[in-house]
């Protein structure tokens, strides 16, 4: 039995004695997470033609994320005859009474500032081969419309903002 006592001690095992003098190992560092990565921001495009036509139907964006919205337009025709917005209404404005009131205008680019705060964002109005870009911050989660406000556009120039 002694001999079994001298074999544990020579393998470290049995005396906790002489582990008390070496170094203790180093307890694994918790990691530190890693920073949390800035949401990036949405990069939107959208184009008008000659023909009264949006190229997309949906636009989409995170609720909070800065929005960089570009509308193009791919038509020949001077914003006079064939100008083109994009205006992102709140949610429950009445798109045709807006239309309506954007009619008479002219003088503002077919934006009335009357209805500015059922507006969320809006481009300015823009000709054949021009183009607008935006920065706005998403709204909260929920389905926005978007119109063309030129007169008679908005029928035809339509969609939805998607904020998730």
């Known amino acids: ?11 470290g095992g049995g005396d906790d004695s002489k582990k ?3 170094p203790a190992a ?7 997470p890693a920073a ?8 939107l495009e959208i ?6 036509q949006f190229d997309k139907k949906e636009l989409r964006a995170k609720a909070g994320q800065k929005v960089t919205l ?7 025709l001077a914003k006079e005859a064939m100008g083109h917005n994009v205006v992102i209404l709140n949610t429950g404005t009445d798109v045709a009474a807006f239309a309506a009131k954007a009619v008479d205008a002219k003088d503002n680019d077919y934006f009335p500032q009357s ?4 507006v969320i964002a809006h481009t300015k109005l823009i000709g054949g081969g021009e183009s607008d870009t935006i920065e706005f ?12 406000s030129f007169p008679g556009h908005y029928g035809f120039m339509k969609g939805e903002f998607i904020v998730e």
């Open 70 to 76: 570009t509308l193009k337009h791919s038509g020949k």
């Open 137 to 148: 911050t998403a709204p909260a989660a929920g389905t926005y419309p978007f119109i063309c």
């Open 115 to 118: 209805e500015a705060a059922n």
């Open 1 to 11: 039995m002694i001999a079994a006592v001298v074999s544990l001690a020579a393998c």
């Open 47 to 52: 184009t008008g033609n000659d023909v009264m």
């Open 20 to 22: 008390a003098d070496q």
């Open 36 to 43: 949390t990565p800035a949401v990036e921001g949405a990069m």
């Open 26 to 32: 180093e307890e694994p560092k918790a990691e530190t």
